[in-house]
């Protein structure tokens, strides 16, 4: 559950400036406010990651005591680690939210997924493709996304509340000016807002946070013994039966950990011992590569993740 | 292994203990371009360890593809992330970056150094505490030096960084760096009172003063940048300030609760507080200070939070909960300083909507007082205000707000303008003072001609004639075409037989002299109206050529809209809505047109409607559409 916050040990000393994790904390709960009173139609995208975890947490507290005033959504590509729909399901009834799950139905007619189609075919059919449907089917006018601008170069561009045309494209070049905390989320008919609370945390951050608020998240995060595979550079997780036969074969168990949450054929293990918050908080730090090295969709071409953002992957 | 990193091996807890209550330094970078600030930051993250493996190899590949280094490193790759600025290695949007040390967490807003980027620069710096003015040693305080410390020092921040950058090449020489720090201090005296200078040596590219004493600067006592940044203090004037809360949201998840949320601006609340709300002007008293997990005893500057008041006082989004023995003005007139950000001119009697806090109020911009140029800081006069233009205004608002001025309180003071009709935010604006009612207002001073009129209503005005037969259906695609213009928020009236011929031509029949008359004294009519900013729809059998000339050229080049609604005799007489053609058949009505009067139908017209093939609402559609495409709504 959630967990209680320090806060009352912080201000039992009276303490007189915020650190680093409240004033994070104050302006996302800001943030997501500010969208819940002025948005029509909004809606939060909920990818069960860790990212989203905390951006749940914090809706969870803006809201206090109300329930968030908006449903969760899940863009499910079908080949989301099992462990993350149970995770999912569970919370969305924990909390009391209305949860929105989206698949591309003409995607899963056509069989798509990451071992026939590539990883990068099987992202837009499955995933990009996907979420605009669902945006376009609800007809939401802002939608919460978990993107932090530490994650990558042209994320750290990008405005808290992030303009889309009506086809769903972001003109990086062409950004409303962001002043204080004054949001503008108005727009003309069609077009939406992307909307990032955790735009300035950074991946420690994220990890510090759960730690002080003890937020739960997806075990897959934690060391366990897992059969895996190598495969196209990765060490993926054999979920179920669909990985090819082939490949199945292959499986051994080692202990292994992910860094990231997908697609678990996109999504590459990491072997670790860590098992509890502190070991994963240490292995991170100390450790030489950066966080989307796992994700394989980041390493198609340079400045991939600038292409992607503007054809209308969130 | 550095120390940091044996503390994170052996002691993990005690490393995220220490960690967990850092303080946080947000800070701009900017200055002109290629003074190095992309280099700079790429190597404050790169010194604190921030750069994993996997984004080393990138830049090195980085480097050699689009670096200006040669075979080195070019650290400003890691900053500029945008593959245009790559291409063209300038920086055209502020760039959040983060890194953190033992005693901080950073986000740098690095800014564009461009002149026509000094609106992404205000961006960076409307949030940053402090301010990093690079400087090229060889070059020393350029007019872009002088226009970003006096935008950063408008917006409120009152530490700057003097960061004189390229050492190397100017041999280290002290004199150089003296030289250059008097002439800023000279300089900061024209900027707002009570902002601290620190001028520090270095070279970005050589690590030389970034985290260090430099060997190459002996005569340099001062602290590295890292350790000033480190260690500046950052009080929070906003917490002494005080209490203000703007209100978010109306907290109400059942009958036994009623909150506020909302962030505090400043000041601090603990139940039992006076408070006063504003503009309602009511005051109550604090209940509760609700957050998740437990009230607070006190919630202060910068928190999140939901207050319960101890009775009903009615409160709603916008208004700013203060401390009742000091509470902000209340006012709906003021004078304030506006950075206008739009390619769109800012111009007196112009309407935009106003945001602050919480709140989102109609302002008409009244009087542009003087520009303020940028460069020299001095007074200019200027008639509208361009992009990245700064000035002084004087404005009206259709509410009163609760403020405070800007120079007192960033939070309650800043304000944003928002475009009506592309909802694009289009300047920033710092509240200097409220006018008084009676006193110093211009209106006089605004000639409110055809133009602002027009302005006001965010249109372009237009005589939409529609002419053709006796129930051709003029009339019924005019009124459609108005409901249809009243739900786009457009201004119009609709000038027809029914309303004109009732009143102001009851004197007139149906000789040929009274239809020239007729069409005159309605052309009269459309002419008043499309002055007065309007979008006029008449609909009018206006059966001769001329007449429909004369009224063409009464009106103002291009609004004039000929619409010939070309319906068949045989259709019209069959549709017959009236029971006209029936009459004049039988006798009753003489000089009807197209039985025994003519009617001339339009030689180019703007627009032919068939009323055979398509609906009313089709043709309204038409029409609107045909506006539309040439720039009719857009202002």
């Known amino acids: 559950m959630w967990g209680k916050t320090n806060l009352d040990q912080n201000w039992a000393n009276s303490v007189t400036s915020l650190t680093h994790l409240d004033r994070l904390e104050a302006e996302a709960i800001h943030i997501i406010r500010e969208v819940a009173a002025v948005a029509e139609n909004p809606v939060m995208l909920y990818s069960v990651g860790k990212d989203s975890a905390v951006m749940l947490h914090l809706a969870v507290k803006a809201f206090y005591p109300s329930i968030p005033p908006f449903p969760l959504m899940h863009v499910d590509t079908t080949w989301k680690f099992r462990e993350m729909i149970e995770f999912r399901n569970r919370k969305a009834k924990e909390l009391g939210m209305d949860l929105i799950v989206h698949s591309n139905q003409e995607g899963i007619e056509a069989g798509v997924g990451p071992?026939?189609?590539?990883?990068?075919?099987?992202?837009?059919?499955?995933?990009?493709?996907?979420?605009k449907q669902a945006l376009d089917l609800h007809k939401f006018d802002v939608a919460f996304g978990g993107a932090r601008r530490d994650e990558e170069k042209s994320?750290?561009?990008?405005?808290?509340?992030?303009?889309?045309?009506?086809?769903?494209?972001?003109?990086?070049?062409?950004?409303?000016?962001?002043?204080?905390?004054?949001?503008?989320?108005?727009?003309?008919?069609?077009?939406?807002?992307?909307?990032?609370?955790?735009?300035?945390?950074?991946?420690?951050?994220?990890?510090?946070?759960?730690?002080?608020?003890?937020?739960e998240i997806v075990p897959l995060y934690f060391a366990g013994k897992r059969p895996v595979v190598e495969w196209e550079g990765s060490l993926i997780m054999v979920d179920d039966d669909r990985v090819p036969e082939e490949l199945a074969k292959t499986a051994v168990e080692k202990s292994v950990r992910f860094r990231t949450l997908g697609c678990y054929p996109l999504?590459?293990?990491?072997?670790?011992?860590?098992?509890?918050?502190?070991?994963?908080?240490?292995?991170?730090?100390?450790?030489?590569?950066?966080?989307?090295?796992?994700?394989?969709?980041?390493?198609?071409?340079?400045?991939?993740?600038?292409?992607?953002?503007?054809?209308?992957?969130? | 292994m550095s120390h940091i990193d044996a503390l994170i091996a052996e002691d993990i807890t005690a490393y995220l203990e220490a960690h967990e209550?850092?303080?946080?330094?947000?800070?701009?970078?900017?200055?002109?371009?290629?003074?190095?600030?992309?280099?700079?930051?790429?190597?404050?993250?790169?010194?604190?360890?921030?750069?994993?493996?996997?984004?080393?190899?990138?830049?090195?590949?980085?480097?050699?593809?689009?670096?200006?280094?040669?075979?080195?490193?070019?650290?400003?790759?890691?900053?500029?992330?945008?593959?245009?600025?790559?291409?063209?290695?300038?920086?055209?949007?502020?760039?959040?970056?983060?890194?953190?040390?033992?005693?901080?967490?950073?986000?740098?807003?690095?800014?564009?150094?461009?002149?026509?980027?000094?609106?992404?620069?205000?961006?960076?710096?409307?949030?940053?505490?402090?301010?990093?003015?690079?400087?090229?040693?060889?070059?020393?305080i350029l007019t872009q030096t002088r226009r970003h410390s006096f935008i950063a020092s408008s917006l409120g921040i009152r530490k700057m960084v003097l960061a004189i950058n390229k050492m190397d090449l100017v041999d280290y020489d002290e004199a150089v760096y003296n030289r250059i720090e008097q002439d800023f201090l000279e300089f900061a005296e024209e900027l707002s009172a009570g902002i601290e200078?620190?001028?520090?040596?270095?070279?970005?590219?050589?690590?030389?003063?970034?985290?260090?004493?430099?060997?190459?600067?002996?005569?340099?006592?001062?602290?590295?940048?890292?350790?000033?940044?480190?260690?500046?203090?950052?009080?929070?004037?906003?917490?002494?300030?005080?209490?203000?809360?703007?209100?978010?949201?109306?907290?109400?998840?059942?009958?036994?609760?009623?909150?506020?949320?909302?962030?505090?601006?400043?000041?601090?609340?603990k139940p039992g507080d006076r408070v006063k709300t504003l503009p309602s002007a009511k005051e109550t008293t604090i209940e509760r200070v609700v957050v998740h997990g437990g009230d607070l005893k006190e919630?202060?500057?910068?928190?999140?939070?939901?207050?319960?008041?101890?009775?009903?006082?009615?409160?709603?989004?916008?208004?700013?909960i203060c401390a009742a023995g000091e509470p902000a003005e209340v006012a709906d007139q003021f004078q304030a300083r506006v950075l206008?950000?739009?390619?769109?001119?800012?111009?007196?009697?112009?309407?935009?909507?106003?945001?602050?806090?919480?709140?989102?109020?109609?302002?008409?911009?009244?009087?542009?007082?003087?520009?303020?140029?940028?460069?020299?800081?001095?007074?200019?006069?200027?008639?509208?205000?361009?992009?990245?233009?700064?000035?002084?205004?004087?404005?009206?608002?259709?509410?009163?707000?609760?403020?405070?001025?800007?120079?007192?309180?960033?939070e309650t003071g800043g304000f944003i303008f928002i475009d009506r009709m592309t909802n694009n935010t289009v300047g920033l604006g710092l509240i200097d003072f409220a006018l008084r009612r009676a006193g110093n207002i211009h209106w006089q001073a605004l000639d409110v001609d055809r133009i602002k009129l027009a302005e006001q209503k965010e249109q372009k005005p237009a005589v939409l004639w529609f002419t053709g037969l006796s129930g051709s259906g003029k009339s019924t695609i005019a009124n459609i075409l108005q409901q249809k213009l009243f739900a786009m928020g457009k201004h119009t009236f609709v000038l027809d037989g029914d309303n004109v011929r009732h009143g102001l031509n009851q004197d007139l029949g149906f000789t040929d002299a009274d239809r020239v008359e007729n069409i005159r004294r309605v052309s009269n009519v459309a002419k008043l109206m499309s002055d007065a900013g309007l979008i006029t729809l008449v609909s009018f059998i206006s059966p001769f050529r001329s007449e429909r000339q004369m009224a063409r050229n009464m009106m103002t080049d291009g609004e004039f809209v000929e619409i010939f609604v070309d319906t068949p005799l045989e259709v019209a007489e069959q549709r017959d809505v009236k029971g006209l053609y029936k009459r004049a058949r039988a006798g009753e009505i003489k000089n009807f047109t197209g039985l025994d009067s003519p009617y001339e139908a339009p030689e180019a017209p703007e627009m032919v409607i068939n009323t055979v093939e398509q609906s009313a609402e089709d043709a309204a559609d038409k029409i609107i559409t045909w506006m539309r495409e040439r720039g009719w709504f857009e202002v």
């Open chain 2, 299 to 320: 919630g202060i500057a910068g928190q999140s939070v939901t207050l319960t008041f101890a009775d009903e006082v009615d409160t709603s989004r916008g208004d700013v």
């Open chain 2, 197 to 269: 200078i620190q001028a520090i040596p270095m070279s970005a590219l050589a690590g030389d003063n970034i985290t260090e004493h430099s060997d190459n600067t002996p005569w340099y006592q001062g602290p590295p940048l890292m350790e000033y940044l480190e260690t500046v203090p950052v009080d929070d004037d906003r917490i002494k300030a005080p209490f203000r809360m703007p209100v978010q949201w109306v907290n109400r998840p059942n009958l036994d609760f009623r909150g506020f949320s909302g962030q505090i601006a400043s000041g601090s609340v």
């Open chain 2, 21 to 140: 209550n850092k303080s946080l330094l947000r800070f701009i970078t900017c200055g002109s371009v290629d003074d190095g600030k992309s280099t700079l930051i790429g190597r404050l993250l790169y010194d604190s360890k921030m750069i994993f493996e996997d984004q080393l190899d990138a830049l090195e590949s980085d480097s050699k593809r689009h670096g200006t280094q040669g075979e080195n490193i070019d650290f400003a790759l890691l900053v500029d992330g945008l593959s245009a600025e790559r291409e063209q290695g300038i920086t055209i949007d502020v760039a959040y970056r983060f890194f953190s040390t033992d005693k901080r967490k950073f986000i740098v807003a690095d800014t564009p150094g461009h002149e026509q980027y000094t609106r992404n620069m205000a961006t960076g710096a409307s949030t940053a505490d402090l301010a990093i003015l690079m400087i090229d040693a060889r070059k020393g």
């Open chain 1, 115 to 131: 071992f026939t189609h590539g990883s990068s075919r099987h992202t837009d059919i499955m995933k990009t493709q996907a979420l």
């Open chain 1, 155 to 215: 994320r750290a561009k990008e405005r808290v509340f992030s303009f889309r045309t009506a086809d769903h494209r972001w003109d990086p070049k062409n950004q409303r000016p962001e002043l204080w905390n004054l949001y503008n989320a108005r727009i003309n008919q069609g077009e939406s807002i992307r909307c990032f609370p955790i735009s300035n945390w950074t991946e420690l951050d994220i990890w510090q946070y759960i730690r002080r608020e003890q937020i």
């Open chain 1, 267 to 314: 999504t590459g293990a990491v072997e670790s011992t860590a098992a509890t918050l502190e070991d994963i908080i240490q292995e991170t730090l100390l450790t030489n590569s950066s966080e989307r090295q796992g994700r394989t969709i980041d390493r198609d071409q340079a400045a991939s993740m600038e292409k992607k953002k503007q054809e209308g992957y969130f």
């Open chain 2, 340 to 410: 206008w950000m739009a390619d769109n001119e800012m111009l007196p009697g112009r309407r935009y909507l106003l945001k602050i806090g919480a709140k989102t109020v109609t302002a008409t911009v009244l009087d542009l007082k003087f520009g303020i140029d940028v460069n020299t800081l001095q007074d200019k006069p200027a008639k509208t205000l361009g992009l990245n233009d700064f000035g002084v205004i004087t404005m009206a608002l259709d509410q009163p707000i609760a403020f405070d001025p800007y120079d007192l309180n960033r």
